[in-house]
């Protein structure tokens, strides 16, 4: 089932039964899923293989960063699975990003190939421990730039820097952004964040929400609350 929704619910569990117990309570038509590193370390293809019984379009969120020939694989592998989206790390440079884009391509695969800039949680104190000695957002702007050269379909950033990357990389250039908070949620371990609303108003394209969903009482409540600020 294709969903025309902005929406992308992070199934953030340790286990298949928990994500799939959330997934349940979904509706694959108002929203996609997205599946990390932990759920997919511990559950493998089996929880792809049951979010697409469902119906859902799965982001598959594990940020590959290693040589070209590795990641490309990677990504072949993640594709011939049937996701919607993957990503990886535009750190991990030009010729990398390359590799990926020409094996999707090569293979006549279809899914949509991203790449992370700088991870929401991270500070300009945190990039400069790393030896990148400028801020947030211009790291950001020269990521997604090299990743649009490569082939990129967008990149994830965080919506705060969403409106540079429009004209940067232009409307069509995919804004994932994680960090999306309703006005009363907490911001938890997200240092950039902002509401869906003001999000889309600044560029994104695409919303990922986990805790507001997941840890409501009703998520589908909770989801129809987004819904309904994204359309007001």
Known sequence: MSS???????LDYPSLDAALCMAD???PARCRVKVGKELYTRSGPDVLEALHGRGFEVFLDLKFHDIPN???GAVQAAAEQGVWMVNVHASGGRRMMEAARERLDRHALSTQLIAVTVLTSMSAEDLAEVGVAVSPAEQVARLAALAQQSGMDGVVCSAQEATALRDLCGEDFLK??????PASAAA????RVLTPSAAMAAGSTHLVVGRPVTQAEDPMSALAALESELAG
Not at 4 to 10: F, K, N, V, Y
Not at 176 to 181: E, L, N, S, Y
Not at 188 to 191: A, G, L, S
């Open 4 to 10: 025309a929704s902005p929406l992308i619910i992070a």
């Open 25 to 27: 309570q979904l509706d």
């Open 70 to 72: 590795t990641v490309a």
């Open 176 to 181: 994932v952004t994680p960090g999306i908070r």
């Open 188 to 191: 938890d371990d997200q240092r």
